[in-house]
Protein backbone atom coordinates (compact mmCIF):
# COMPACT_ATOMS: atom_id res chain seq x y z
CA UNK A 1 0.00 0.00 0.00
CA UNK A 2 2.90 1.82 0.96
CA UNK A 3 4.17 2.17 -2.86
CA UNK A 4 0.99 2.72 -4.39
CA UNK A 5 1.38 6.64 -4.60
CA UNK A 6 4.91 6.09 -6.07
CA UNK A 7 3.75 3.81 -8.40
CA UNK A 8 1.15 6.32 -9.80
CA UNK A 9 3.89 9.16 -10.10
CA UNK A 10 6.22 6.90 -11.65
CA UNK A 11 2.99 5.85 -14.13
CA UNK A 12 2.94 9.32 -14.84
CA UNK A 13 5.77 10.10 -15.90
CA UNK A 14 6.34 7.27 -18.22
CA UNK A 15 3.57 8.20 -20.40
CA UNK A 16 3.67 11.58 -19.97
CA UNK A 17 6.60 11.85 -22.86
CA UNK A 18 4.29 10.98 -25.96
CA UNK A 19 5.94 11.21 -29.10
CA UNK A 20 4.02 13.30 -31.13
CA UNK A 21 3.56 16.46 -33.74
CA UNK A 22 2.56 19.75 -32.22
CA UNK A 23 0.83 22.49 -34.17
CA UNK A 24 2.85 25.57 -35.15
CA UNK A 25 1.91 28.67 -34.20
CA UNK A 26 2.80 30.61 -37.32
CA UNK A 27 3.54 33.96 -36.32
CA UNK A 28 4.28 33.04 -32.71
CA UNK A 29 7.44 30.02 -32.45
CA UNK A 30 10.44 31.38 -32.89
CA UNK A 31 12.51 28.50 -34.85
CA UNK A 32 14.54 26.32 -32.13
CA UNK A 33 17.98 26.49 -35.03
CA UNK A 34 17.95 30.19 -35.99
CA UNK A 35 15.29 31.82 -33.74
CA UNK A 36 13.46 33.76 -36.44
CA UNK A 37 9.88 33.56 -35.82
CA UNK A 38 8.29 30.94 -38.15
CA UNK A 39 5.77 32.47 -40.36
CA UNK A 40 6.55 30.81 -43.59
CA UNK A 41 3.72 27.64 -44.36
CA UNK A 42 5.18 25.98 -46.97
CA UNK A 43 9.27 25.95 -45.34
CA UNK A 44 8.74 25.12 -42.03
CA UNK A 45 9.61 22.01 -40.29
CA UNK A 46 9.68 19.69 -36.99
CA UNK A 47 11.41 17.23 -35.22
CA UNK A 48 10.74 15.10 -32.39
CA UNK A 49 13.07 12.92 -29.68
CA UNK A 50 12.07 9.43 -28.95
CA UNK A 51 11.52 10.82 -25.40
CA UNK A 52 8.89 13.27 -27.01
CA UNK A 53 11.27 16.68 -27.05
CA UNK A 54 9.69 18.84 -29.88
CA UNK A 55 11.94 20.77 -32.42
CA UNK A 56 10.04 23.81 -34.63
CA UNK A 57 11.91 25.13 -37.19
CA UNK A 58 11.46 28.09 -39.79
CA UNK A 59 13.29 26.03 -42.66
CA UNK A 60 14.25 22.70 -44.00
CA UNK A 61 17.95 23.55 -43.86
CA UNK A 62 17.40 25.07 -40.26
CA UNK A 63 16.53 21.62 -39.28
CA UNK A 64 19.18 19.88 -41.08
CA UNK A 65 21.63 21.72 -39.32
CA UNK A 66 20.13 21.64 -35.86
CA UNK A 67 20.36 17.63 -36.27
CA UNK A 68 23.92 17.75 -37.42
CA UNK A 69 24.88 19.59 -33.90
CA UNK A 70 22.15 16.88 -32.00
CA UNK A 71 23.89 13.58 -33.24
CA UNK A 72 23.48 11.93 -29.90
CA UNK A 73 19.99 12.62 -30.31
CA UNK A 74 17.88 10.06 -31.43
CA UNK A 75 14.71 11.49 -32.98
CA UNK A 76 11.64 9.78 -33.29
CA UNK A 77 9.77 11.70 -36.05
CA UNK A 78 11.14 14.46 -38.60
CA UNK A 79 8.32 16.19 -40.73
CA UNK A 80 8.58 18.98 -43.26
CA UNK A 81 6.02 21.27 -44.95
CA UNK A 82 4.76 20.28 -48.34
CA UNK A 83 5.19 23.69 -50.72
CA UNK A 84 2.15 22.27 -52.46
CA UNK A 85 -0.26 21.98 -49.56
CA UNK A 86 1.08 25.08 -47.17
CA UNK A 87 0.84 24.22 -43.38
CA UNK A 88 0.72 20.47 -43.75
CA UNK A 89 3.55 18.51 -42.59
CA UNK A 90 4.50 15.55 -44.53
CA UNK A 91 7.63 12.56 -43.37
CA UNK A 92 11.21 13.33 -45.13
CA UNK A 93 11.17 9.23 -45.43
CA UNK A 94 8.46 10.34 -48.42
CA UNK A 95 9.11 13.47 -49.25
CA UNK A 96 11.13 14.80 -52.74
CA UNK A 97 13.23 17.58 -52.17
CA UNK A 98 13.48 20.76 -54.40
CA UNK A 99 16.78 22.52 -54.57
CA UNK A 100 15.73 25.52 -57.22
CA UNK A 101 17.23 29.55 -57.37
CA UNK A 102 13.81 30.31 -58.31
CA UNK A 103 11.63 29.06 -55.11
CA UNK A 104 13.48 31.20 -52.27
CA UNK A 105 13.54 29.14 -48.71
CA UNK A 106 13.59 31.58 -45.43
CA UNK A 107 17.37 31.10 -44.83
CA UNK A 108 18.67 30.99 -48.44
CA UNK A 109 18.87 27.65 -49.63
CA UNK A 110 16.16 27.55 -51.96
CA UNK A 111 15.10 24.53 -50.45
CA UNK A 112 11.13 22.98 -50.99
CA UNK A 113 9.69 19.73 -49.89
CA UNK A 114 7.13 17.99 -52.04
CA UNK A 115 4.64 15.38 -50.56
CA UNK A 116 4.55 13.59 -54.33
CA UNK A 117 7.19 12.84 -56.85
CA UNK A 118 4.72 14.61 -59.64
CA UNK A 119 4.29 17.75 -57.43
CA UNK A 120 8.03 18.21 -57.45
CA UNK A 121 8.43 17.52 -61.14
CA UNK A 122 5.92 19.95 -62.12
CA UNK A 123 7.72 22.50 -60.07
CA UNK A 124 11.41 21.61 -61.53
CA UNK A 125 9.67 21.69 -65.13
CA UNK A 126 8.72 25.70 -64.54
CA UNK A 127 11.21 26.61 -62.15
CA UNK A 128 14.13 24.69 -62.77
CA UNK A 129 16.48 22.92 -60.01
CA UNK A 130 17.47 19.63 -58.71
CA UNK A 131 15.12 16.83 -56.94
CA UNK A 132 16.54 14.58 -53.91
CA UNK A 133 15.35 12.61 -51.34
CA UNK A 134 16.20 12.80 -47.47
CA UNK A 135 19.62 11.09 -47.28
CA UNK A 136 20.93 13.55 -50.49
CA UNK A 137 19.32 16.50 -49.57
CA UNK A 138 20.98 16.48 -46.03
CA UNK A 139 24.43 15.87 -48.01
CA UNK A 140 23.45 18.81 -50.30
CA UNK A 141 23.90 21.15 -47.22
CA UNK A 142 27.05 21.92 -46.36
Not at 105 to 111: E, T, V, Y
Amino acid sequence: MKNTPLFFILFSLFFSCSVELEKINYGKEACHFCKMTIVDQQHAAEAVTTKGKVFKYDAVECMINDLKQKKEVEMALLFVNDYSTPGKLIDVQTTTFLISEKIKSPMGANLSAFGSNEEAQKMVDTSGGSLYNWEEVQSQLK
